[in-house]
């Protein structure tokens, strides 16, 4: 609502031939196609929707190292190696993002913001100790503080909380289509408004029939369409859930806290909030471990008075009003960790699968990693997100 329709493509009106084709023209899509925009490649991203309008339109653009597994827990999954490994990634991407953000033309608007993850209650405190020694122990920029300074700080009541450094924000909707932009500008295309209705897998390449009936014959595909991607995997990878999120009536200034830091709890589900534009609060979760469109939507006032309720007894001194609301849907996997790779029933295709609260960082590492498949580099990383894991 805020930008609007930023870009217009059309849609697919004739058959085509592309060296790589991707589907989902999201952040995940767009992320992808630009790090394979100068690859030598003919590349072509298509959208059942115009670009961005999925979930990315829906994102909170919470950029944080930390996924929603803890990293002690994320140990016992895939061992402290690959954990750690992960979330350093995760801690490159954000700064990969804002090195992107600084070559687009125009500079795009990006914020290094510092985080802070509170104990949502007193039994929560230990654990959360235990995180941030492990955090400590492999190089993590984060301290601890005690209840009196969380609320001293932040004006926050809680028993405990890791203040990390590294941590960002950005607008993903504006992101993507700057990234889309710079894709065009190129020479490449995108095509809103055009449902892949069949894939056909070759033995030298894949076939995209539209849903108007025309063909798209690519030497590869890439698919990056989020939580929808999953009806083209054959085993189950993930949990569809709903979120809710708002935007509150702007805030005076001297309410707004330390740093504008991003904050989130250890409660499950989770409570989320930072500060966005002209001192607006976007608060965001209470998410529903199920989908359904219907109910989701159906619940969006009641989640709307639910958040309220959560943020006022945490920052006591803030009156927030909600302005606009909605919800969203996002897979869950079992780790916490992304898909990203290849699968044997579905040749030539790749799929760049940013799942959890994650989703941006994720992608980039997808970008990368699919990156370096498509021409033929080996990336060390590759291995932590496979679908054999």
Request: charged share 25%; hydrophobic share 40%.
């Amino acid at each position: 609502m805020k930008d609007g329709i930023v870009a217009t493509y059309p849609s697919l009106d004739e058959n085509i031939k592309t060296d790589i084709a991707i589907m989902g023209a999201g952040v995940s899509g767009a992320l992808t196609a630009y790090y394979l925009r100068n690859s030598g490649f003919d590349v072509a991203v298509f959208d059942r929707r115009h670009a961005g309008m999925g979930s990315t339109a829906a994102s909170t653009a919470f950029l944080q190292y930390e996924i929603d597994t803890p990293l002690t827990k994320l140990s016992a999954y895939v061992g402290k190696q690959n954990a750690v490994k992960s979330y350093r990634l995760c801690r490159k991407a954000i700064y990969d993002i804002e090195s992107i953000c600084k070559k687009l033309e125009p500079a795009f608007d990006f914020s290094i913001r510092p985080s802070l993850h509170y104990a949502s209650f007193k039994k929560h405190r230990g654990e959360l100790y235990n995180e941030y020694v492990m955090r400590r122990e492999h190089g993590f920029n984060a301290e601890w503080l005690e209840a009196a300074d969380v609320n001293k700080i932040f004006g926050l009541d809680a028993p405990g909380a890791i203040f990390s450094a590294d941590g960002g924000e950005v607008d993903a909707y504006m992101l993507t289509h700057a990234l889309l932009g710079a894709f065009r500008h190129e020479g490449h295309t995108i095509f809103s408004n055009t449902t892949i209705s069949d894939i056909s897998h070759e033995r030298r390449g894949v076939t995209l029939t539209t849903a108007t009936g025309h063909t798209i014959k690519a030497k590869k595909l890439v698919i990056a369409c989020g939580y929808e991607s999953q009806k083209y995997v054959p085993k189950k990878i993930a949990e569809i859930h709903a979120t809710y999120a708002l935007v509150s009536e702007p805030v005076r200034e001297d309410l707004l806290w330390h740093k504008n830091s991003l904050m989130w709890e250890t409660a499950t589900p989770y409570m989320y909030f930072r500060i966005a534009d002209k001192n607006r609060i976007l608060l965001g979760g209470k998410d529903d471990f199920f989908h359904n469109p219907q109910i989701r939507d159906a619940r969006i006032k009641r989640k709307t008075e639910m958040l309220i309720h959560s943020f006022s007894q945490k920052m006591r001194h803030i009156n927030l009003k909600a302005d606009f609301s909605w919800a969203g849907a996002f897979g869950v996997t079992k780790d916490g960790l992304p898909y990203i790779g290849a699968i044997p029933e579905r040749p030539h295709t790749y799929f760049a699968l940013g799942y959890g609260g994650n989703g941006i960082t994720f992608s980039v590492i997808a970008a990368e990693i699919i990156r370096d498949m498509l021409l033929k580099k080996k990336n060390e990383n590759a291995h932590l997100f496979d679908f054999n894991r």
